[in-house]
């Protein structure tokens, strides 16, 4: 009793004096903040950013720094202001994910899922490989700034996300946050310009919204909705649910009123493939659910042009129509053009990032429409890397495809995030022909699309640790 009653004054003590120090380091950084609003707004608002972004990443928020970068990589791609501050910003955020590696490393989070090893060797060979391209490129500086972006990007996806999940139930937040994200933006930009404050339709009638090209709202979806409309169909009754429900219209709408082909040959393909990954391993009631799901959004994307008053993708000016068959601004003379690219240097390539730079000049002088890129991630690749920089590369955007099939058909409960997985990397494979972007970290589309390759990976790993009887080989 005697050693009880002396143990609390100590306790007290220690609590008051933990009080009075967090409460003086509080006021401490606002009148740091104070003094340096008077002085620089820009650098009291970068010490805000700093601070907040350093607590984040202390804490392992996962389902709030991923999303964030999601955001941080859209504003860069859309028509909004200081272009020159979002582009720093979204190295900022991304280096800021891939720090929780380094802080689950120190006070590691209990219950995560394991670092997918084998594809995470693969991704990081890819990485050194692009990044010693820097050695032949045709512009080094740009190989080198691009090359470590990349390693950012592996950091983030294969090391620090896992690593700071706290069961599936966030992994499930993150995809449901980008979707809600990507809605938001889309639904932002049919309010502003229907108000006038932006130009969200070009004259042609394709909505753009706040991108700065209709076709960006497709490629931006491809591996964020197809997952969404098969995590809704997971979902019980609730809130959360009806959010997400409205949130897969609002960016199906968007996606039909853009004209983009591309996106909408995506959406449906990953939607299609998740049902029948679903349908195929016994979750059938996910499978009629994302069924209804997918009608109610061809409905309304069909409702959205008389209800808005504009029409279809029109043909003409060196493109097709919505409904005639073609890539797209003459893609296939695109795609023709790069051989000769590519039989330049076909094993190693011109070095990451070389594209934008050698294809103006290569472009058939027939075109109308100068793209100023191969507008194929995998071709681009083989220009860049050669065929052995793209042979990886399919073999590991493949392989998530694979990871996510086999996550279904495993008996733990992960396996219903089989078929979302799935469902966002067939829809990024698609997307991948008619649009560059795999090797781009900097852009809406290399990150979520790899961050779901990673997951699937390390969600199967994680089941098939814990379920050897139930797996199809034996537990790595």
Same mark, same amino acid.
């Given at each position: 009793?005697?050693?009880?009653?002396?143990?609390?004054?100590?306790?007290?003590?220690?609590?008051?004096?933990?009080?009075?120090?967090?409460?003086?380091?509080?006021?401490?950084?606002?009148?740091?903040?104070?003094?340096?609003?008077?002085?620089?707004?820009?650098?009291?608002?970068?010490?805000?950013?700093?601070?907040? !972004?350093?607590? /984040?990443?202390?804490?392992?928020?996962?389902?709030?720094?991923?999303?964030?970068?999601?955001?941080?990589?859209?504003?860069?791609?859309?028509?909004?202001?200081?272009?020159? @501050?979002?582009?720093?910003?979204?190295?900022?955020?991304?280096?800021? &994910?891939?720090?929780?590696?380094?802080? +689950?490393?120190?006070?590691? &989070?209990?219950?995560?899922?394991?670092?997918?090893?084998?594809?995470?060797? %693969?991704?990081?060979?890819?990485?050194?490989?692009?990044?010693?391209?820097?050695?032949?490129?045709?512009?080094?500086? !740009?190989?080198?700034?691009?090359?470590? +972006?990349?390693?950012?990007?592996?950091?983030?996806?294969?090391?620090?996300?896992?690593?700071?999940?706290?069961?599936?139930?966030?992994?499930?937040?993150?995809?449901? =946050?980008?979707?809600?994200? !990507?809605?938001?933006?889309?639904?932002?930009?049919?309010?502003?310009?229907?108000?006038?404050?932006?130009?969200?339709?070009?004259?042609?009638?394709?909505?753009?919204?706040?991108?700065?090209?209709?076709?960006?709202?497709?490629?931006?979806?491809?591996?964020?909705?197809?997952?969404?409309?098969?995590?809704?169909?997971?979902?019980?009754?609730? =809130?959360?649910?009806?959010?997400?429900?409205?949130?897969?219209?609002?960016?199906? @709408?968007?996606?039909?009123?853009? %004209?983009?082909?591309?996106?909408?040959?995506?959406? @449906?393909? $990953?939607?299609?493939?998740?049902?029948?990954?679903?349908?195929?391993?016994?979750?059938?009631?996910?499978?009629?659910?994302?069924?209804?799901?997918?009608?109610?959004?061809?409905?309304?994307?069909? /409702?959205?042009?008389?209800?808005?008053?504009?029409?279809?993708?029109?043909? %003409?000016?060196?493109?097709?129509?919505?409904?005639?068959?073609? $890539?797209?601004?003459?893609?296939?003379?695109?795609?023709?053009?790069?051989?000769?690219?590519?039989?330049?240097?076909?094993?190693?390539?011109?070095?990451?990032?070389?594209?934008?730079?050698?294809?103006?000049?290569?472009?058939?002088?027939?075109?109308?429409?100068?793209? $100023?890129?191969?507008?194929?991630?995998?071709?681009?690749?083989?220009?860049?890397?050669?065929?052995?920089?793209? @042979? /990886?590369?399919?073999? !590991?955007?493949?392989?998530?495809?694979?990871?996510?099939?086999?996550?279904?058909?495993?008996?733990?409960?992960?396996?219903?995030?089989?078929?979302?997985?799935?469902?966002?990397?067939?829809?990024?494979?698609?997307?991948?022909?008619?649009?560059?972007?795999?090797?781009?970290?900097?852009?809406?589309?290399?990150?979520?699309?790899? /961050?779901?390759?990673?997951?699937?990976?390390?969600?199967?790993?994680?089941?098939?640790?814990?379920?050897?009887?139930?797996?199809?080989?034996?537990?790595?």
């Amino acid at each position: 009793m005697a050693l009880l009653s002396s143990a609390l004054p100590r306790n007290r003590a220690r609590a008051v004096l933990t009080s009075t120090a967090l409460s003086g380091l509080v006021v401490v950084v606002a009148l740091t903040i104070g003094v340096l609003s008077a002085r620089s707004p820009r650098l009291a608002i970068a010490v805000v950013t700093a601070a907040a !972004l350093g607590w /984040l990443v202390l804490r392992r928020a996962a389902t709030i720094l991923v999303p964030l970068a999601v955001l941080v990589l859209a504003w860069d791609s859309t028509v909004l202001p200081s272009a020159d @501050v979002s582009f720093a910003a979204k190295f900022i955020v991304l280096g800021a &994910v891939a720090a929780m590696a380094v802080a +689950s490393l120190v006070a590691p &989070v209990e219950g995560h899922p394991p670092v997918p090893k084998a594809f995470g060797s %693969g991704l990081l060979l890819l990485v050194i490989f692009a990044t010693a391209s820097t050695a032949w490129s045709v512009d080094p500086a !740009l190989s080198l700034q691009r090359g470590i +972006s990349i390693a950012l990007m592996w950091a983030a996806v294969v090391l620090a996300v896992p690593l700071s999940l706290r069961g599936d139930d966030e992994v499930r937040n993150i995809v449901r =946050r980008n979707a809600l994200l !990507l809605a938001s933006l889309v639904g932002l930009g049919f309010v502003l310009g229907l108000a006038g404050e932006a130009t969200a339709f070009q004259t042609n009638g394709r909505f753009l919204g706040l991108m700065i090209n209709p076709n960006t709202i497709g490629y931006f979806a491809a591996p964020i909705l197809p997952p969404a409309v098969l995590l809704a169909a997971q979902l019980g009754p609730g =809130r959360r649910r009806l959010m997400l429900a409205m949130a897969v219209v609002v960016v199906a @709408v968007g996606i039909a009123l853009s %004209g983009s082909r591309a996106g909408v040959l995506s959406s @449906v393909v $990953g939607i299609t493939v998740g049902l029948v990954v679903a349908g195929t391993f016994r979750q059938s009631r996910q499978a009629r659910r994302a069924f209804a799901i997918l009608a109610a959004l061809v409905v309304a994307g069909v /409702l959205a042009f008389p209800a808005l008053g504009v029409t279809a993708r029109l043909g %003409g000016q060196g493109t097709e129509g919505f409904l005639e068959l073609g $890539g797209g601004s003459g893609r296939e003379l695109n795609w023709g053009n790069s051989l000769p690219l590519l039989s330049e240097a076909p094993l190693f390539g011109h070095g990451l990032g070389s594209t934008p730079t050698l294809f103006p000049q290569a472009q058939s002088t027939s075109q109308r429409v100068i793209l $100023g890129g191969a507008h194929n991630s995998y071709l681009e690749a083989a220009i860049d890397l050669g065929l052995v920089g793209a @042979v /990886l590369l399919i073999v !590991l955007a493949v392989s998530g495809l694979v990871a996510a099939v086999r996550l279904s058909h495993e008996a733990g409960p992960a396996s219903r995030l089989g078929p979302v997985f799935t469902a966002a990397i067939a829809a990024g494979l698609i997307e991948a022909v008619f649009e560059t972007g795999m090797l781009a970290a900097g852009g809406v589309f290399a990150f979520p699309f790899w /961050l779901s390759v990673s997951l699937a990976h390390s969600l199967l790993a994680r089941e098939r640790a814990f379920s050897p009887a139930t797996s199809t080989r034996a537990p790595t």
